[in-house]
T-cell receptor, first 115, second 108 residues
Framework: DTGVSQDPRHKITKRGQNVTFRCDPI?????LYWYRQTLGQGPEFLTY????????KSRLLSDRFSAERPKGSFSTLEIQRTEQGDSAMYLC?????????????FGSGTRLTVV | AQRVTQPEKLLSVFKGAPVELKCNYS??????LFWYVQYSRQRLQLLLR??SRESIKGFTADLNKGETSFHLKKPFAQEEDSAMYYC??????????FGQGTELSVKP
């Protein structure tokens, strides 16, 4: 297991296009989190899953954003009709339920640039 | 409100000097606090947790509930300590809430 993997590492898209990112967590971790990080800011929570259930969504997650974790393993984050304000680093993290006090394991992130 | 505040965006020190990165939090329950570090071109990684009261790479952090602080300290900074440091709070729902981050620059 090589940790949390995110794909792609970078994505440049035109405004109005749809994009999808993928996250593969550590295999035994049943919790998966998505965060967004803009320049000069700390990571901001977007949503998280426990197994395949999406348990919480931030108000930052507009209707254009959707996340899934269909089989409780990998997750996808889709942004529809991208806007320039969506440009950010999208981070994925995972943990095992009940062990979050040991911290999350983060992926390298997907950097989205909307032009 | 659940909030983590890191008042300094940038902290610049010379090698060998003491370092203190400030973190204050707002949380009504019993907080669990962390420091994460991000070295250049690397992923965010856990540095230390308050619950373990450990010292990692010479860094320590003590939770002060009276001052609602969790400052990160190191007596003698090294150039390899240069990185972004994020203080984070784990709420009862298991969600990490991050501060804005402090960039530490250690000059030779």
């Amino acid at each position: 297991d090589t940790g949390v993997s995110q794909d792609p590492r970078h994505k440049i898209t035109k405004r109005g296009q749809n994009v999808t990112f993928r996250c593969d967590p550590i295999s035994e971790h049943n919790r998966l989190y998505w965060y967004r990080q803009t320049l000069g800011q700390g990571p901001e929570f977007l949503t998280y899953f426990q197994n395949e259930a999406q348990l919480e969504k931030s108000r930052l997650l507009s209707d254009r954003f959707s996340a899934e974790r269909p089989k409780g393993s990998f997750s996808t984050l889709e942004i529809q009709r991208t806007e320039q304000g969506d440009s950010a680093m999208y981070l994925c993290a995972s943990s095992l339920e009940g062990t979050a006090n040991y911290g999350y394991t983060f992926g390298s992130g997907t950097r989205l640039t909307v032009v | 409100a659940q909030r983590v505040t890191q008042p300094e965006k940038l902290l610049s020190v010379f090698k060998g000097a003491p370092v203190e990165l400030k973190c204050n939090y707002s949380y009504s329950g019993s907080p669990e606090l962390f420091w994460y570090v991000q070295y250049s071109r690397q992923r965010l990684q856990l540095l230390l947790r308050h619950i373990s009261r450990e010292s990692i790479k010479g860094f320590t952090a003590d939770l002060n509930k009276g001052e609602t602080s969790f400052h990160l300290k190191k007596p003698f900074a090294q150039e390899e300590d240069s990185a972004m440091y994020y203080c984070a709070l784990l709420n009862q729902g298991g969600k990490l809430i991050f501060g804005q981050g402090t960039e530490l620059s250690v000059k030779p």
